[in-house]
């Protein structure tokens, strides 16, 4: 395997909300990578800590939460260190973001080319004019037909799809290194869905970016990603090459993703259907998160937080399991092919 170098690398995050019935914590400890020109997946249910990872990553998280620990390192500088100024000229230009419903990052009532224009002008250092042909340009890759008069609508004046195009748009043309895409087709109809991840992994290849990719749909994950960090509680329970953890997950809660994926098909994929509740990160789990809904779980579990066992260094493959080497995780036969069979609807 090849030796590359993180462009993004979180070490042992720690981001709490300050709310009235007490603290959310809703990343403890978190760390993972993101390698130059590679896509990675985040995945896990929901409330994990997906996006707040995401907008831990861009200091845009909300007013009541702060990243309290942890380094962030985007290109060996410490994101969480930088002055304000800095910040907001690595969000957008370095790491760019595309959120889940595209219109709640357009405002409805400018259009389109305003919406482009100043950013792109801003960021690449350049006339409004040039900018103009660099959005007309970027919308035309994202496949917005005519898009030199399109670029004079507002918003509502697309369809779902068109807008997250018009996004992808407006991200590429800032030519970012990194790319965080967070359930970027989940508000588009199912049918839209498929062009859109289609376009995006494309625009990835393309423009050889780092992506980074949250999503629930473990066929998706399966079909764009080189790598993958499992969440679960606010933690990063287990991380390595796609195909290994496809092949052979270590993480009783990554075993548990897998064998939901039968009733994933009649619930548009989403992984809610491992017994149990997902963890209220007031006052969570001690010990293992996963323990109270675990079927290995022993005394220690309840007790004591799992540590980081690496498992194979160089393909980076780790896992938070006290028992991940007693357990009888059976893999049957099932190949990679057949456990992603969902992706044939995505
Ligand atoms: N502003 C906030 N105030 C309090 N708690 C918050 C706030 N924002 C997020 N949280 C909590 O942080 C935890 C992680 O939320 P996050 O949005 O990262 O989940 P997620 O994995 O992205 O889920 P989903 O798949 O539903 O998008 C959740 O428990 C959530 O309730
Ligand atoms: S540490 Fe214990 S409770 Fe947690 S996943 Fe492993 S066996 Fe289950
Ligand atoms: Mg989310």
């Given at each position: 395997m090849k030796m590359v170098k993180p462009i993004l690398d979180a070490q042992d995050i720690y981001t709490y909300f300050y709310t009235e019935s007490g603290v959310v914590e809703?990343?403890?400890g978190v760390s993972f990578d993101v390698y130059h020109g590679e896509p990675v997946g985040i995945v896990g249910e929901s409330g994990c800590g997906k996006t707040v990872t995401a907008k831990s990553t861009l200091r845009?998280?909300?007013?009541?939460?702060?990243?309290v620990a942890g380094k962030i390192l985007y290109k060996g500088v410490d994101l969480l260190e930088l002055p304000d100024l800095q910040m907001r000229k690595i969000r957008g230009k370095e790491i760019a973001m595309i959120f889940q419903d595209p219109m709640t990052s357009l405002?409805?009532?400018?259009?389109i080319d305003d919406q482009m224009t100043e950013v792109i002008a801003l960021h690449r250092n350049c006339s409004k004019k040039e900018a103009l042909e660099y959005a007309i340009e970027a919308l035309e890759q994202v496949g917005?037909?005519?898009a030199a008069s399109r670029v004079?609508?507002?918003?509502?004046?697309?369809?779902g799809g068109q807008r997250q195009r018009v996004l992808i748009a407006r991200a590429l043309a800032l030519q970012p290194s990194l790319l965080i895409a967070d359930e970027?087709?989940?508000?588009?109809d199912v049918t839209i869905q498929a062009q859109i991840l289609e376009l995006i992994k494309e625009m990835q290849k393309k423009h050889g970016l780092a992506m980074m990719l949250i999503t629930h749909n473990l066929g998706v994950v399966a079909e764009t990603t080189k790598r993958v960090h499992i969440f679960y509680g606010g933690r990063v329970v287990e991380s390595g090459p796609t195909e290994d953890i496809f092949i052979d997950p270590k993480h009783p809660y990554t075993r548990a993703l897998f064998d939901s994926i039968p009733s994933l098909e009649k619930d548009k994929?989403?992984?809610?259907?491992?017994?149990?509740?997902?963890?209220?990160?007031?006052?969570?789990?001690?010990?293992?998160?996963f323990h109270p809904r675990?079927?290995?779980?022993t005394e220690i579990c309840m007790r004591e937080r799992p540590p980081d066992i690496i498992i194979d260094k160089q393909k980076a493959r780790r896992v938070q399991c006290h028992h991940f080497d007693e357990l009888d995780l059976h893999v049957d036969e099932t190949t990679m092919q057949e456990r992603t069979h969902v992706k044939e609807e995505a």
């Amino acid at each position: 395997m090849k030796m590359v170098k993180p462009i993004l690398d979180a070490q042992d995050i720690y981001t709490y909300f300050y709310t009235e019935s007490g603290v959310v914590e809703a990343l403890d400890g978190v760390s993972f990578d993101v390698y130059h020109g590679e896509p990675v997946g985040i995945v896990g249910e929901s409330g994990c800590g997906k996006t707040v990872t995401a907008k831990s990553t861009l200091r845009i998280l909300d007013k009541n939460g702060k990243t309290v620990a942890g380094k962030i390192l985007y290109k060996g500088v410490d994101l969480l260190e930088l002055p304000d100024l800095q910040m907001r000229k690595i969000r957008g230009k370095e790491i760019a973001m595309i959120f889940q419903d595209p219109m709640t990052s357009l405002n409805p009532i400018f259009k389109i080319d305003d919406q482009m224009t100043e950013v792109i002008a801003l960021h690449r250092n350049c006339s409004k004019k040039e900018a103009l042909e660099y959005a007309i340009e970027a919308l035309e890759q994202v496949g917005i037909a005519d898009a030199a008069s399109r670029v004079k609508d507002y918003p509502h004046q697309f369809s779902g799809g068109q807008r997250q195009r018009v996004l992808i748009a407006r991200a590429l043309a800032l030519q970012p290194s990194l790319l965080i895409a967070d359930e970027p087709t989940t508000a588009l109809d199912v049918t839209i869905q498929a062009q859109i991840l289609e376009l995006i992994k494309e625009m990835q290849k393309k423009h050889g970016l780092a992506m980074m990719l949250i999503t629930h749909n473990l066929g998706v994950v399966a079909e764009t990603t080189k790598r993958v960090h499992i969440f679960y509680g606010g933690r990063v329970v287990e991380s390595g090459p796609t195909e290994d953890i496809f092949i052979d997950p270590k993480h009783p809660y990554t075993r548990a993703l897998f064998d939901s994926i039968p009733s994933l098909e009649k619930d548009k994929h989403r992984l809610t259907t491992i017994p149990g509740l997902v963890p209220r990160l007031i006052n969570p789990p001690k010990g293992c998160r996963f323990h109270p809904r675990c079927k290995f779980a022993t005394e220690i579990c309840m007790r004591e937080r799992p540590p980081d066992i690496i498992i194979d260094k160089q393909k980076a493959r780790r896992v938070q399991c006290h028992h991940f080497d007693e357990l009888d995780l059976h893999v049957d036969e099932t190949t990679m092919q057949e456990r992603t069979h969902v992706k044939e609807e995505a």
